[in-house]
């Protein structure tokens, strides 16, 4: 309402304005709130596949990193499978070094250790279980055939290297 001069009272003026009132905006943070409650136990159970997918992708990528690695240096190259640490869930890649006659480890992060996490490839509850102690790199292309089984609680995946270097997924 105005007055003869124009003017609009204040009391009428703070209910013009635009916004939300403290009711709409409790009734919209409670509707967000029982929604997330709601979807929180699905996404836990989504967890372990990630995370198997995950050790499933490092363990196929060094695989064939040691296969192009072994013939670009034109040396031996190899996963070996360590059981001291926490067994079952670690390796590291070398290079075998002629000028030494010594496996060296590759530059970087060369151990995977699913099971410690502190290192950068921890893949919380994935084991695998090699056929073989390390899986050999030649020069010329062949390759130790194993096969690698990845387990968790959600699946078990297993990578197959066969003698001339071709690798297959099953399960995943």
């Keep these: 309402m ?17 916004g939300f009132t403290v009711i709409e905006m409790l009734m919209v943070i409670s509707i967000v709130g029982i929604i997330c409650l709601i979807a929180a136990p699905s996404l836990g159970r989504l ?6 997918k995950g050790a499933v992708r490092t363990v196929s990528s060094d695989l064939q990193f040691c296969k192009v690695r072994a013939v670009a240096m034109s040396a031996q190259c190899r996963i070996l499978f360590l059981s001291g640490t926490s067994s079952g869930t670690s390796y590291k890649i070398q290079y075998y070094n ?8 590759m530059s970087g992060d060369a151990i995977r250790d699913f099971g410690n996490p502190s290192n950068a490839f921890y893949y919380s509850g994935v084991t695998f279980t ?8 030649q020069p010329w292309g062949a390759v130790t055939s194993a096969t690698i089984v990845l387990a968790n609680s959600a699946k078990t995946v297993t990578l197959s290297v066969s003698t001339n270097g071709k690798m297959s997924c099953t399960g995943g």
Excluded: H, L
């Design 130 to 137: 090699p056929t073989v102690n390390e899986i050999d790199f």
């Design 98 to 105: 002629s000028s030494t006659s010594s496996w060296v480890d």
């Design 47 to 52: 967890a372990p596949n990630y995370r198997m």
């Design 2 to 18: 105005s007055n003869q001069k124009g003017f609009t009272s204040p009391a009428i003026r703070c209910f013009d304005r635009y």
